[in-house]
């Protein structure tokens, strides 16, 4: 099971977070329960169930939502900001930047401010 430790010689399973996996069995059951709930209904219950703004449809595509301050960060990255320019901006310091843009690049799935952008693009984040 991916919740408990690791059996020697695995550690693959070991980089799932248990709030992750937890998240997932808990989105199966919800989805098993609409299912079992019957067949007739199963559609139009789906469509009222999920929330219709773009923003909840894309947060729902990524692993972690992106909290307010990081849509923020994320605007300043599109535009070609540097983490200089985001600093004084947000009157932070420099690795207070560095971490937050650490961080969306962690729930976006990059490791770089152009796959940044093109993740923002595909997904119509801003």
């Known amino acids: 099971m991916l919740l408990e430790a690791p059996p020697d ?4 399973t070991g980089a799932i977070s248990t709030s992750y996996v937890l998240r997932l ?6 989805e098993e329960g609409r299912l079992t709930k019957g067949q007739d209904a199963s559609v139009d219950t789906a469509n009222q169930a999920l ?3 773009p ?16 849509y923020q960060m994320l605007r300043r990255l599109c535009a070609g900001q540097t983490y200089m320019e985001m600093a004084e ?10 971490t937050q843009v ?3 690049y ?6 770089r401010r152009a796959e940044a952008i093109a993740i923002t693009e595909q997904l119509h984040l801003l």
Not at 25 to 30: D, P, R, V, W
Not at 57 to 70: D, G, H, M, N, Y
Not at 89 to 98: D, E, M, P, Q
């Open 106 to 111: 962690r729930k976006l799935g990059v490791s």
């Open 51 to 53: 929330p219709h703004s």
């Open 102 to 104: 650490s961080s969306i």
């Open 25 to 30: 069995l808990a989105a199966f059951e919800q």
């Open 89 to 98: 901006a947000l009157i932070v310091s420099i690795n207070t930047i560095k």
């Open 9 to 12: 010689g695995d550690a693959c």
């Open 55 to 70: 923003q909840n449809a894309v947060q729902r595509t990524l692993i972690e939502p992106l909290s307010r301050q990081e």
